[in-house]
């Protein structure tokens, strides 16, 4: 079974001016002349992390990560007061890969994305195929609203009760509040409650609520909860970064049509392509990764049979490396 490449550093980094005031985080590693590659991280708001670079043959690929909009080392941090998050969308995001593709010189690459990155992957590709030379999804993601009402809503509470009754604490304990005030009540759906939590000025408000959110999606992302990983997401700075964002792209339903990334499957028909999904992913449940492989059944599909969301699990990691290494030729 394939695991991780060796610990790599990075030759080259830089910020890249994308204007709105905002400036990305990337870097190179890898061989400088071979087969470049981008990745795509996770959340909206999650960042990228040294591993990231470990699943491609260093002696073979040019590895190029950035951290999008607000996250990781791009600067403005969402976890600053007063971030604006107006300029952080979708299709600001696609337009960012493809000026980071021209300032780096690349004409064509593969991309490889996971979770939320799948579904920036697929914005991307659907945009421009034609500077796509292969693409590597994992846990696959595209903001239907069943999607996000599976998650966010109470779907996954069927499986995960304890974890549910955590992340919904502090809409609970906000309208009772609200309640013996009299003041208003926060929205019906946990989504837009939480979007209200999130933005309130005080940080008693917006950091317990933006640690909930964040270790809800920690407590869930491997198939057996790993502590270090809910800590990781528990850190304030990060959680509130990452749960701003997240719950940012997800009330505005990620700035696509309904079904869009799906329904536009049939514009990388002649794009060579993997798709791995863990068969007991509670994030992203498997129909997902299912209905894009119907609307696209070019694409190979992995349903791995003992894994769940995190790109780190086993079998996942051994689908993603055997794809980038048959690609990497």
Request: proline residues 8%; glycine residues 8%.
């Amino acid at each position: 079974m394939r695991t991780f490449y060796p610990e790599i550093e990075p030759h080259t980094s830089g910020m890249l001016d994308v204007g709105d005031g905002q400036s990305l985080y990337w870097e190179e590693s890898g061989n400088p002349d071979g087969k470049p590659v981008v990745f795509l991280h996770g959340g909206p708001g999650g960042g990228t992390s040294p591993a990231h670079r470990r699943l491609f043959d260093p002696e073979r690929y040019r590895i190029v990560l950035f951290d999008q909009r607000g996250c990781g080392k791009s600067l403005p941090h969402a976890s600053e007061p007063g971030a604006e998050l107006a300029a952080n969308t979708t299709w600001h995001l696609v337009a960012d890969i493809e000026r980071l593709r021209e300032a780096r010189g690349i004409d064509r690459w593969q991309v490889l994305g996971g979770s939320w990155g799948s579904a920036l992957a697929l914005a991307y590709a659907e945009t421009h195929p034609e500077r796509v030379t292969e693409l590597v999804l994992r846990g696959i993601f595209t903001l239907r609203q069943s999607e996000l009402d599976w998650f966010y809503e109470g779907g996954a509470s069927a499986i995960v009760p304890d974890n549910w009754e955590k992340f919904t604490a502090p809409v609970t304990d906000a309208r009772a509040r609200a309640s013996a005030s009299g003041a208003p009540d926060l929205p019906d759906t946990y989504i837009h409650a939480y979007h209200r939590l999130l933005e309130h000025p005080d940080p008693a408000v917006h950091g317990p609520a933006a640690v909930a959110w964040s270790t809800w999606e920690a407590s869930a992302i491997t198939l057996i909860p790993r502590p270090e990983v809910i800590a990781t997401f528990a850190e304030p700075s990060y959680a509130l970064a990452f749960a701003r964002i997240e719950n940012h792209y997800f009330v505005n339903d990620g700035w696509f049509e309904p079904g869009q990334l799906i329904r536009d499957a049939h514009r990388l028909r002649d794009i060579p392509a993997v798709i791995v999904h863990g068969r007991y992913d509670l994030c992203t449940p498997a129909t997902i990764a299912w209905d894009l492989h119907r609307a696209w059944p070019e694409a190979e599909l992995h349903l791995i049979p003992d894994a769940g969301h995190a790109f780190d699990e086993p079998g996942i990691l051994d689908a993603l490396i055997t794809a980038t290494d048959r690609f990497a030729s």
